[in-house]
């Protein structure tokens, strides 16, 4: 595996594919967050849509992320090797994913705490992201990564149907026979997953101060 970075034209294919990995499932990502956040507030506040929603999203992130990478070409009327294939399509699963942990972590947040903001005069809007959303991040935290690590998974599916990211050099690997290339994806796959998982980490205890010992 030595050998492969000792070309710099190998060298320059790893940090274009892994910059393109990195920008394929990390977007995704925050925009699912966003999609999740009035998705998850709207089934906690909503008793009866809270069924329709959950349903739905279970039923959405059934569809294999292969399938889904055709078919959004043809409904949306965008190129078939256009990375807003994955984008979108990640996107669509990182809510469906995270609708019930955003609903449960609101639940979560103590009901005495939402009496006493609203009764000092915070109004809804204001006392979800100054109250609610804060004292939420500990439980929004987990399902956040296990999305984030979904994500890096799925961009690799990409490269069947020709969108980079670190996939392809597991394809090129198979269809050159250079099973050195196909571990060197493997690999900085894992350590992707476990540098952003580990960022992650670092965020929720940046943003809970409250929660560290």
Do not use: C, K
């Not at 690997?173 to 571990?183: A, K, L, N, T, V």
Request: hydrophobic share 55%.
């Amino acid at each position: 595996m030595i050998d492969f970075f000792d070309s710099p034209s190998n060298r320059e294919l790893v940090a274009t594919q892994l910059a393109e990995h990195l920008y394929l499932s990390l977007l995704p990502l925050l925009l699912g967050v966003l999609l999740a956040l009035p998705l998850g507030r709207l089934a906690q506040r909503v008793r009866w849509l809270r069924g329709a929603l959950q349903n739905t999203a279970n039923v959405f992130y059934t569809i294999p992320s292969l399938a889904l990478f055709v078919i959004l070409p043809g409904l949306m009327g965008t190129p078939l090797l256009s990375p807003l294939n994955v984008i979108i399509a990640l996107t669509l699963y990182t809510a469906a994913l995270l609708v019930r942990p955003v609903r449960d972590a609101l639940e979560s947040v103590p009901g005495h705490i939402v009496a006493a903001a609203t009764a000092i005069g915070y109004r809804p809007g204001r006392r979800l992201f100054a109250v609610e959303l804060p004292l939420a991040v500990p439980v929004l935290a987990a399902a956040v990564r296990v999305a984030s690590v979904s994500n890096i998974s799925l961009v690799s599916v990409g490269a069947l149907v020709g969108i980079g990211g670190l996939g392809r050099l597991f394809t090129d690997g198979f269809q050159r026979d250079y099973p050195q290339q196909i571990i060197i994806g493997i690999v900085l796959t894992l350590l992707l997953a476990l540098v952003v998982d580990l960022l992650l980490v670092l965020l929720w205890r940046l943003a809970t101060p409250w929660a560290r010992r």
